[in-house]
């Protein structure tokens, strides 16, 4: 089946001078030539090589790839939460040596401090970096307004629900006024529709305050509604395949998902994320026998 | 469904269930100490003699075995003499559960037959204070080292091998030791209780800090804590709830430790007491005593267990998950209506 479906590089020109004036900004975090083997001398295996980027202030820039092409890993690297076997990672020109706060972290499975309440954990970055008690306090209320918790400052984590306690991991980190924010499939376990209502209100977040966001998935719809850039990755070893331009115009909407933007970029991802086999045939497992089945089984 | 099920695996009972069952647990071993006390067919091996009759070596009071009775029996009446009478009962070690009830009244106001003897009440709390400063000088030691190993290799690497290797060494051992360096009053005894709990708790307490889920340190690393602090901000506050446990299971294992500790040097506490009420053949006060030590040491724990939920407000179960509103929810300040 062979649908006409028009290149997705055939950008509109306000998207095409969108992406004219990102590429005038600054760069704030530049990925060199990053490689990451893992093992020692005998049997090493690479989980990722030859990766480079530039990201610019402000940028959404979505990292998609087959599970174990490394995108946990390349992040790692990013927040300092591992070592690279080769290359660099620049933030503002300077080389990361290990985790700080000017790289904030928001990880899929929460890892908000269970012992203190939603707005003590808010706070936690703020008290670290020396604020007193006070200001750290009317900080941390501010952001939890910014998303939508101002009620909830005195509750426990256990005492929220998913999405909820994701909102508190992103004040969090946006607490410390990060100069990028580092997101690893921050809504892969939550349920279809809050994960739908995470992600708006990301870009609401995302409006409001300068911060460039560098986001992991593996859920196309996912980078294509949030995304400036989508970096597409391959497996064995990782690499990026390519850089995409996201041709769908901001601000976005659910009703953009019938335009031909959208469809020529979905089109584009499925094409490299999954590429027909060689042969032709459909991928398929083998049909197993079923047994015992009754007959209203066809 | 989930609520009819007695067996559900993992799964947790309703309140009054559980109620049920505690009680239970308890009932079940009274009613067979209560079955063999006053049944009499079911056990009670002596007799009790009432009336001597015409055996000479019988006395009133004496327990025989009841073979000896029924063969003495039988051999009066053949002679046609006086038979001896009396009645079937359990040996003095097994009192009845009523005589030991009386005894937990009774032997605290029982005098002390010996001049220097000290009471019940004095005896205990010997005891108590014997196992409070072993248990205290070990945690203050034992807790912040076990920490210290938990959140740094290099403490781990340095100290568990040799704390790995004395952990062997069973505490009652270094008695005479203890002895012979700390006297013979209750030096020796907080010695041998710090022993038994001091290598133990390093140990267990510098695993359960091991296990604090490296995502909440990386966490707080990206948010710009670092070593001291991390350890302060982070490791801590994430294992405390465990270590609190540790520490209720430990404090468990230094009554353990109680009975060895107390016949080093000069014998004394509840030891003391039960050993000479033994001597005197007050079981029933022997029964008494040991009872009270699983009561005093039952009873701190459930003092603590509700401790913890007060002390760790994030460990208790939610509104919806218990029913009942939580601490935390009753103190907070009501919202100022518009
Ligand atoms: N600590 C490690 N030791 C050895 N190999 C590792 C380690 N961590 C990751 N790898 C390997 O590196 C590769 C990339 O892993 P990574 O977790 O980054 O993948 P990913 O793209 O994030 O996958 P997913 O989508 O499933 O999260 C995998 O092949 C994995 O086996
Ligand atoms: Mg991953």
């Known amino acids: 089946m062979n649908l006409a479906i028009p290149d997705y590089r055939q950008l509109s020109p306000a998207v095409a001078a969108r992406f004219e004036r990102i590429r005038q900004r600054p760069v704030i975090l530049s990925i060199q030539d990053l490689e990451k083997k893992f093992g020692t001398d005998g049997a090493t295996h690479t989980a990722f090589d030859n990766v480079s980027l530039d990201i610019h202030r402000r940028e959404f820039i979505c990292v998609i790839g087959p599970s174990g092409c490394g995108k946990s ?10 070592e690279a076997t080769g290359g660099a990672v620049l933030l503002d020109g300077h080389a990361v040596t290990g985790p700080g706060p000017d790289r904030g972290m928001v990880f899929q499975g929460y890892t908000l401090f269970p012992w203190l309440t939603v707005r003590a954990n808010v706070m936690f970055g703020l008290e670290m970096r020396g604020k007193d008690t006070t200001t750290a306090e009317s900080e941390a209320r501010e952001w939890l307004d910014m998303v939508g918790l101002g009620k909830f400052e005195h509750a426990y984590p256990h005492e929220l629900s998913g999405g909820m306690k994701q909102r508190v991991a992103i004040a969090r980190a946006l607490a410390n006024e990060p100069r990028i924010l580092i997101m690893d499939e921050p809504f892969a376990a ?68 019938l335009t031909a933007e959208y469809l020529s970029l979905k089109a584009r991802l499925e094409e490299l994320i999954h590429p027909p086999t060689e042969t032709g045939e459909e991928d398929r497992l083998p049909m197993v026998k079923l047994t015992n089945v009754g007959d209203d089984v066809e | 469904m989930a609520h009819r099920d007695w067996l559900g695996l993992k799964m947790e009972l309703p309140r009054k269930r559980r109620l049920l069952l505690t009680l239970l647990s308890f009932l079940a071993p009274v009613v067979l ?59 003095l070690y097994l009192p009845a559960p009523h005589e030991v009830a009386r005894a937990f009244y009774t032997a605290f106001t029982t005098e002390p037959r010996l001049p220097n003897e000290p009471w019940l009440h004095e005896s205990l709390g010997h005891s108590i204070r014997t196992i409070f400063w072993g248990f205290v000088l070990s945690s203050l030691v034992g807790v912040p080292l076990g920490i210290l190993c938990g959140s740094y290799r290099f403490f781990s690497r340095l100290q568990e091998p040799f704390i790995e290797f004395f952990r062997y060494l069973p505490a009652p051992a270094f008695g ?66 465990d270590i609190y446990t540790d520490m209720r299971i430990l404090l468990g ?58 002390l760790f407000p994030w460990k208790r179960k939610t509104r919806t998950a218990s029913g009942r509103p939580s601490l935390w929810s009753r103190l907070r300040p009501k919202p100022i209506p518009a």
Request: charged letters at 20%; proline letters at 5%; a neutral charge.
């Open chain 1, 73 to 82: 890993t390349l992040i790692r690297i990013v927040a300092g939460l591992d």
């Open chain 1, 190 to 257: 939550l349920d279809a529709q809050t994960r739908c209502q995470m992600q708006s209100y990301l870009l609401q977040i995302w409006k409001k305050v300068d911060v460039t966001i560098l986001f992991i998935t593996h859920d196309l719809e996912e980078a294509a509604y949030l995304a400036d850039r989508i970096v597409v990755m391959g497996a064995n070893p990782g690499r990026v395949v390519e850089f995409i331009e996201n041709p769908v115009p901001r601000p976005r909407s659910a009703a953009q998902f």
């Open chain 2, 33 to 91: 100490w209560s079955a063999v006390s006053y049944v009499p067919w079911l056990w009670h091996p002596l007799v009790r003699i009432t009336a001597q009759g015409d055996v000479d070596y019988f006395a009133e009071d004496m327990d025989v075995p009841r073979a000896d009775f029924d063969r003495e029996l039988a051999k009066t009446r053949a002679a046609g003499t006086t038979p001896p009478e009396g009645h079937r009962v359990n040996p």
């Open chain 2, 176 to 241: 005479a030791l203890c002895v012979a360096i700390l006297g013979i009053d209750d030096g020796p005894k907080i010695a041998i209780i710090f022993i038994g709990t001091f290598f133990q708790q390093v140990l267990v307490i510098g695993n359960t800090v091991r296990k604090v889920d490296p995502a909440l340190i990386e966490a707080a690393q990206t948010l710009g804590a670092s070593r001291w602090r991390l350890v302060r901000r982070v490791i801590i506050p994430a294992s405390i709830t």
């Open chain 2, 253 to 310: 294992w230094a009554w353990t430790y109680l009975i060895v500790a107390e016949v080093v040097g000069t014998m004394s506490g509840i030891t003391y007491f039960i050993n000479q009420q033994a001597r005197y053949r007050n079981f029933d006060n022997v029964y008494a005593a040991i009872m009270m030590i699983g009561i005093i040491g039952f009873s701190t724990d459930l003092i603590l267990a509700w401790l913890g939920t007060v």
